[in-house]
């Protein structure tokens, strides 16, 4: 399945999901100081983060719709009234035409139902504009939260799947949500 950036930003009342911009690269700096950062890694960046380093992962996050990297597509949640950076998607296509989802939100912004509305519009986005069969979710188990995102996004879990992260060569278990 090929992967295309939405036509225009995904949005509700509260925030919009949109392509990496320019200025979301003072927001990755700031993210980069922030101890939750270092702790739970919800946006792959360095800890502290310069300038120049945001700079260059903004680029992968952007250039991810145009070619193959280590990030695949990246969408940017933001605040729907500043425009600020709260949170990212990040898109993997999967076997039997099917895109993995995964997210993260700042600490600043967790518990205010970011996470649930981001992953509801891009979900949706990728059934209905991508015509994907199913959308993916793989959480770990002592994931309690995006457990809880899952479900109120209208994701069903479907079993236990074996989870591999190149960059590091771990291998664990994972939940299996899904939504047709």
Same mark, same amino acid.
Request: one cysteine or more; proline letters at 6%.
């Given at each position: 399945?090929?992967?295309?950036?939405? @036509?225009?930003?995904?949005?509700?009342? =509260? &925030? $919009?999901?949109?392509? !990496? +911009?320019? /200025?979301?690269?003072?927001? #990755?700096?700031?993210?980069?100081?922030?101890?939750?950062?270092?702790?739970?890694?919800?946006?792959?960046?360095?800890?502290?983060?310069?300038?120049?380093?945001?700079?260059?992962?903004?680029?992968?996050?952007?250039?991810?719709?145009?070619?193959?990297?280590?990030?695949?597509?990246?969408?940017?949640?933001?605040? @729907?009234?500043?425009?600020?950076?709260? =949170? &990212? $998607?990040?898109?993997? !296509? +999967?076997? /039997?035409?099917?895109?993995? #989802?995964?997210?993260?939100?700042?600490?600043?912004?967790?518990?205010?139902?970011?996470?649930?509305?981001?992953?509801?519009?891009?979900?949706?986005?990728?059934?209905?504009?991508?015509?994907?069969?199913?959308?993916?979710?793989?959480?770990?188990?002592?994931?309690?939260?995006?457990?809880?995102?899952?479900?109120? @996004?209208?994701?069903?879990?479907?079993?236990?799947?074996?989870?591999?992260?190149?960059?590091?060569?771990?291998?664990?278990?994972?939940?299996?949500?899904?939504?047709?």
């Amino acid at each position: 399945m090929i992967l295309r950036p939405p @036509a225009q930003p995904l949005s509700d009342a =509260g &925030i $919009v999901v949109r392509l !990496p +911009r320019d /200025r979301d690269l003072d927001a #990755l700096v700031r993210y980069g100081d922030d101890a939750d950062v270092r702790e739970t890694i919800w946006v792959p960046i360095p800890t502290p983060c310069s300038q120049a380093q945001a700079a260059e992962r903004l680029a992968e996050f952007g250039e991810g719709w145009q070619q193959e990297n280590r990030f695949g597509p990246a969408l940017i949640v933001a605040d @729907a009234h500043t425009g600020a950076m709260t =949170g &990212i $998607v990040f898109l993997r !296509p +999967r076997k /039997r035409e099917s895109v993995e #989802l995964s997210y993260g939100v700042a600490a600043a912004h967790r518990n205010r139902g970011i996470a649930t509305a981001a992953v509801s519009l891009v979900a949706r986005w990728c059934l209905d504009e991508l015509a994907a069969a199913r959308v993916e979710l793989r959480i770990g188990r002592p994931n309690l939260a995006s457990q809880r995102v899952a479900a109120k @996004a209208g994701f069903t879990q479907e079993g236990v799947v074996r989870s591999y992260v190149r960059s590091t060569g771990e291998a664990y278990d994972d939940f299996l949500f899904t939504l047709r």
